[in-house]
Nanobody
Framework: QVRLMESGGGLVQAGGSLRLSCAAS????????MGWYRQAPGKQRELVAG???????NYADSVNGRFTISRDNAKNTVYLQMNNLKPEDTAVYYC???????????????WGQGTQVTVSS
């Protein structure tokens, strides 16, 4: 069974920074990619940033230049460094893993429990 443990959310003033972490554990045979999504009240969940197994990254236009996604392969952990935070970044942030797990031929997506990020103006 795959488990994603998120940490690092909290309350910060506009212009501040936070760093989110997501550690994956379980019978993971191969990572295809990991990413961060967010969902604000009354809105759909949206992709914030993603990183592939090869290290390529992509970002939502709204966070490009302010957020940085990175990965520590040895720790099976992905990070999201968020700088110059804005009130509109307030949301629950979810870690997502795309991987072959459980068996070498079983590919699935997994979600963390979510961590709240609140940016005050």
């Amino acid at each position: 069974q795959v488990r994603l443990m998120e940490s690092g959310g909290g309350l910060v003033q506009a212009g501040g920074s936070l760093r989110l972490s997501c550690a994956a554990s379980g019978s993971i045979f191969r990572f295809n990619g990991m990413g961060w999504y967010r969902q604000a009240p009354g809105k759909q969940r949206e992709l914030v940033a993603g990183i592939t197994s090869g290290g390529s990254t992509n970002y939502a236009d709204s966070v490009n230049g302010r957020f940085t996604i990175s990965r520590d392969n040895a720790k099976n952990t992905v990070y999201l460094q968020m700088n110059n935070l804005k009130p509109e970044d307030t949301a629950v942030y979810y870690c997502n893993l795309d991987a072959y797990a459980g068996s070498p031929s079983s590919r699935s997506r997994y979600w963390g429990q979510g961590t709240q990020v609140t940016v005050s103006s």
